[in-house]
């Protein structure tokens, strides 16, 4: 990989140029990571990159970017964190969309992997990607003493992802409310483990890679918690128009619409407040909070 290709973002470049440029880079280095579709046993690596191409929006990589580069840390340990988070979101995504869970035939735009590879492949597939993103982790270059700082970035994404308030706690506990009532505690928890708790993982790995200090660390994991939320209420929001016989564990169907709206706003207010310690560094951060939340509503 070549160095980094930093767009900044000025008048004549928008939150969305930036954020497609970012995306562009983390394609680059995902196809430069995973293994070649030829290499046997061939059928579990093309299902593989046929689930990571031509992906989503990058959320979650481009936020490990966006705070490595605020806080001056070293690209090339950046964009391989990167690319591991994107294969872990990949791999969440294959398992949500197969039968016994949501059932979804359909991922950003194409066919289910379990649809066009059938569901045992899919189940590799989604394993696969969680292995290769560990072992990216695990071959990120360190000197002795930054070897505490790799565990401590594997811990934060173990439990991100883990059974008590990570991704896997959060797709249980919607599997369990589904078509039941819910409270509005509940309804956080969900969210906060099944979408909040990778993003906040993004933003606080990037900030440990770069050696930030532990008050900073505290303050972006904060930043991270609240824009995770909104972005999940903003989901809602703009799902809320397909019809259901029972009543999803969403904020619109708990607190309506215009409430819902109210409180992504201010989550995301509250989150650029907590990062006004980065001063002008942190200018493309606040930009990138806003547009991947409030500006879809």
Known sequence: MKRDPTPVLTDDLTIQQYMGQRKLTVNEHLDHCLPPL??????????????????GKRIRPILALTTGEALGGDFQKMISLAAALEMIHTYSLIHDDLPAMDNDDYRRGQPSTHKKFGEAIALLAGNGLLVQAFQLIAELPAQAAEMETKVAILDQ???????????????????????KPFSA????QIHSAKTGALIQASVCCAALLSGASEEACKKLGTFGQRI???????????????????????YPAL???????????ELVEKAIQDIEFLGSRGET????ARFISVRRI
């Open 185 to 188: 505690e509940q309804l956080e």
């Open 157 to 179: 994404i173990c439990r991100a992802i883990g059974t008590t308030q990570g991704m896997l706690a959060g797709q249980v506990m919607d599997l369990v409310k589904k078509g």
């Open 285 to 288: 951060l606040t930009e990138l």
């Open 255 to 265: 607190y309506g619409l215009e409430a819902s709206s109210k409180m992504a706003i």
């Open 38 to 55: 030829d290499t046997p046993p061939q059928v579990i690596h093309q299902a593989m990159r046929y689930s990571v191409f031509p992906g």
């Open 228 to 250: 995770g939320l909104a972005f999940q209420i903003v989901d809602d929001i703009l799902d809320s128009s397909q019809d259901s016989s029972k009543p999803p564990a969403t």
